[in-house]
């Protein structure tokens, strides 16, 4: 009777033996599990907010590279406190503007936004037609998080036949995906809010003031103070350079 | 679930798995696009979160997948709990792949869900068949 007391008592010492072994085999395999997961999230979400590495895009990767570590406000591209302020107005369908964003644009940041001597203030204008109204309606609801010059430079890159349809959703998608730390459902939902078409307006507006009538066109002038159109000769940096350190210099 | 019925569905579902990321991976290194229904299989595969450590994430899931594919013909105790850890993971994996292409790239690629869907099956049947050999 004891003898099968005792028995009994072992088994149920070793059915809790196996029971807490099986506990902690599965302990072991879900925190296993976890950190792995957590390790390759950790690393995916680390390289998302990166910039991309593409095989296909590798001017696009060079420019979405300028922009790092600069800081931007809505349409306005480097420090708040720059003494000197460009304003370029621009067509996200002109190839001219496209030309500028590719051939000038590197070297003014390096030279003057990156240095904290100017900043880049963009107004769009949508006056080639549909695709250039998408196009810059993107750009500025990027610009409401911050992001308008990375998709600005994105669509530069990309730019199709005029009016040919080619500011597609999809487009847009992979343009914005392209963006460290932009919510891409976030611009395309805010690309037809209220705030992105005041900003539209409020360039129009200025554009009319201004007597812009074509793209691109750039002002200079010291931050808070008249702004003085510039006659480009071409488009490049050099062109931008000499009203640039007059203003700087004034 | 039994165990036969645990191996038999964690062979399918690894296997279907294997052939989606298989796919995605060759298609991957040849450049190309996959055949996708609703075109956000494009913008997700050639997003910042289609790779991992510079390797494609395709190829991972198809790394997986076959892990988990011979994992299911073999009865050692350590493989199976071996095989658990890796599917979970795994599926955590795929539901923050998930939150990805909803919530960030705002593109659904069909292969990926797919394979996420997958994902879910392969770990729910490694876990049962985990839990019967510790039983």
Known sequence: MRFAADARLCGADHAAGVSRNSRRTLIAVVATAATVAATLIAVSAVQGDSPQRSSTEPTLRVQQELFAGIPQQGIVLGSPAAPVTLVEFADLQCPYCSEFARVALPTLVQDYVRTGRAKLVFQGLAFLGPDSRTALRAVLAAGLQNRAWNVLDGLYGRQGAENGGWVTRRLLREVAGDVRGLDVRRMLRQSTSPSVTRLIRDADRFAREGGVHGTPTFFVGRSGGPLQRVQLTSLSAEALRPALDAALAG | ?135
């Open chain 2, 1 to 135: 679930m039994n165990d036969p019925g645990a191996r038999l569905v964690l062979a399918v579902a690894a296997a279907f798995g294997l052939v989606i990321a298989a796919y995605l991976t060759a298609v991957h290194y040849r450049g190309g696009v996959p055949v996708c229904a609703g075109g956000g299989c494009e913008v997700v595969q050639r997003s910042r979160y289609a790779e991992l450590f510079g390797v494609p994430v395709a190829l991972l899931g198809t790394l997986v997948f076959t892990t988990l594919l011979v994992s299911a013909v073999l009865r050692a105790p350590v493989v199976v709990a071996g095989a658990a850890a890796v599917a979970l993971a795994g599926v955590a994996f795929a539901a923050y792949l998930v939150y990805v292409q909803v919530v960030v790239l705002d593109a659904i690629c069909v292969w990926c869900v797919a394979s996420d869907a997958l994902s879910v099956v392969v770990a729910a049947a490694a876990w049962q068949r985990l839990r019967h050999t510790l039983a």
